[in-house]
């Protein structure tokens, strides 16, 4: 079990990592419209994982409460979303395609910004992964290895375009090969360590699981609408990111019904 886990948490961060790996294979920057597409795979598969993974599963481990099953989910959902809006408030970061810096005033360097936009929604994907596995190692019935194993894949997938969108456009802006590679893995690390403190801290409660399982749910579902949409929405061509939003959602949907 323990191997298994280990694998579940580092396949999202290897995800990020051929992603930021891009910078020694692509020579141009991100087409704008590969960039569409890819935010909006990401997002849809972002927002499947929540309803499948994550809220369903929450819901059924909340069973015994009858009519009221849906509480913990509600209020982790919640939960979820207040501590993402929190976080947005209290640090500087910088989106993609934004010369106008959020959060709180800093002198940090613009790539150092896109680092933490970047990795601020990389924290509930790693919470996401390491809640789904914590209700693994303590033997709840709904989720089965598979079914962890297919979150872990689905974000992944979504991960690949996050290390790129990092890697390629610092390194267009003249940052060096290495370096731009190393921002990419910076702003993933801090997937597999959120996991890591999540399955510490679920272990310890088991009664709250749904809680943080809906919780998870929340704040990823707060990045996709506050980033992933509207950076996918902007200009031109929206109905592409429309369209890969459809394919990512679908993508996961079946990797997490037919393995789980």
Not at 216 to 235: D, F, H, N, R
């Amino acid at each position: 079990m323990t191997i298994e886990i280990f694998r579940g948490i580092m396949i999202p961060f290897l995800g990020t990592a051929l992603g930021a790996a891009c910078v020694f294979f692509m020579k141009n920057a991100m087409h704008t419209l590969l960039q569409k597409a890819l935010t909006g795979f990401a997002g849809g598969v972002m927002v499947a994982a929540s309803v499948w993974s994550l809220l369903i599963p929450a819901m059924n481990q909340s069973e015994h409460m009858g009519k009221f099953a849906f509480v913990p989910a509600a209020v982790g959902f919640w939960l979820g979303i207040l501590f993402l809006l929190a976080l947005d408030r209290l640090v500087p970061h910088l989106h993609l395609n934004s010369d106008e810096a959020e959060g709180p005033k800093s002198n940090l360097k613009k790539k150092t910004m896109l680092v933490l936009a970047v990795a601020i929604h990389n924290i509930p994907e790693g919470m996401a992964v390491g809640v789904v596995y914590a209700g693994l190692a303590m033997g709840q019935s709904d989720i089965s290895v598979m079914g962890a194993l297919a979150l872990s894949v689905g974000i992944a997938i979504q991960n690949f375009p996050e290390g790129a969108i990092i890697s390629m456009p610092l390194q267009a802006e003249g940052v060096s090969k290495p370096k731009a590679f190393l921002y990419g893995i910076l702003s993933g690390i801090v997937e597999p360590l959120g996991a890591v403190l999540t399955i510490l801290a679920a272990s310890v409660v088991v009664p709250v699981l749904p809680y943080f399982l809906s919780f998870a749910a929340g704040a990823m579902i707060y990045v996709v609408v506050e980033e992933l949409i509207p950076e996918m929405s902007e200009g031109k061509h929206s109905n592409i990111g429309t369209v890969f939003f459809a394919l990512g959602f679908t993508v996961m949907m079946i990797l997490d019904v037919a393995l789980g």
